[in-house]
């Protein structure tokens, strides 16, 4: 699976990934609990099966409910947001990203903070990122 579908979901389907991401699996009412504003138990249980036909969700039968879960690792998922993100708002820029986010901080960074990112940074370098 590519990660097209993951960056070209709508506002409600995001929500829908993320409460499936937080609880590791849901049923359609827990879906529905969880939901800002929830649509009815039907268009919740219809855009469930939109994110099947998209890959990104799969179920297991449990009596009479479906439990869903994802098929794409709570990782590859950020990863996905993260290019999109970047191809976005910072044509593609990781550098112009980070100086966004630090320039963004309402809080000061740690030293360990710091030490943290020169490390990273010094990694990549070695690395030829």
């Not at 409460?19 to 219809?46: C, K, M, N």
């Not at 099947?52 to 098929?71: C, N, S, W």
């Not at 360990?112 to 020169?118: A, T």
């Amino acid at each position: 699976m590519n990660n097209k579908p993951l960056s070209q979901l709508s506002r409600r389907e995001r929500q829908i990934m993320d409460i499936i991401y937080r609880f590791d699996q849901a049923t359609a009412a827990e879906v529905l609990d969880h939901l800002p504003d929830p649509p009815s138990y039907s268009a919740v249980r219809a855009m469930l099966s939109v994110l099947e036909k998209k890959e990104l969700l799969k179920h297991k039968q449990d009596g009479p409910r479906y439990i869903y879960m994802p098929t794409v690792t709570p990782e590859k998922a950020k990863h996905s947001a993260m290019e999109n993100l970047l191809e976005t708002f910072f044509a593609g820029s990781t550098a112009q990203a980070v100086a966004a986010l630090l320039d963004m901080s309402k809080e000061e960074l740690s030293d360990n903070d710091l030490e943290r990112l020169s490390t990273m940074i010094e990694q990549a370098k070695h690395e030829g990122r």
